[in-house]
């Protein structure tokens, strides 16, 4: 799921780039703006980056210490995995949902629009992309405690080859 997510939503990087560049355009070369293609693509930047989240950590992307997990055994690593799982990403995820239900309620409640005078409508769409950061971390982080507990197990064979551990070369 978060495979598909992630290549789907990359590809608002392009669309941000391609409204980036005309509100350049217009601004410098045609002398106005329209500000709600100013906020498009900063809001098309939110969206993309909590969407792909999960991708990210799916992908081992996201910023580790690696001094000591690259070298590790495979199932050192998935120990690591399934303490940080626990200790901190679900945890982390319970955090963010709690804190920030009430606050997307809010801007759902409001109908809020953007701060800006002519600006987007719809900012609490925008907002529930916390939601879905949250989930699609969530659902990773299940995948990853998963995963690691089969290796424990000793059965990484019933993991498909995209998501076992990288052998350590030496």
Known sequence: ???????TFAWLSLVMVLVCFTVV????????????MQDLYVWLNGAMF???AGFALLRDDHV??????????IRTK????????????????????????NYIARSWRLHEASGNV???PGLYILKSFILVFVAVIALQGIAMALRSIL??????????????YPVHQE
């Open 1 to 7: 799921m978060n495979r598909l997510i992630g290549n």
């Open 25 to 36: 355009v217009q601004r410098y070369f045609f002398g106005f703006t329209i500000l709600w």
């Open 50 to 52: 909590t969407a792909v």
């Open 64 to 73: 580790r210490v690696d001094i000591f997990y690259r070298p590790a055994t």
């Open 78 to 101: 998935a120990i690591v995995d399934l303490i940080g799982v626990f200790i901190f990403l679900l945890p982390f995820c319970w955090v963010v949902y709690a804190y920030s239900w």
């Open 118 to 120: 002519g600006g987007m």
């Open 151 to 164: 290796v424990l197990r000793g059965r990484e064979d019933l993991l498909p080859e995209k998501l076992r």
